[in-house]
């Protein structure tokens, strides 16, 4: 059976490359947060 070009889908794969972009904003945002928080504990 042959594969399914689903990926190849160019506006699924722009949603999906748009969802990944999402995901890791999200990450790099609670990473710098949570760098934040320990550097405004040691601190204190």
């Known amino acids: ?3 399914t070009t689903t990926h190849r889908d160019p506006i699924k794969r722009a949603a999906r490359i748009e969802r990944r972009a999402q995901k ?5 945002m609670r990473k ?3 760098k934040k928080m ?5 601190v204190l």
């Open 24 to 28: 890791r904003l999200e990450t790099v």
């Open 1 to 3: 059976m042959a594969k």
């Open 32 to 34: 710098k947060l949570v």
């Open 38 to 42: 320990k550097i405004d504990t040691s």
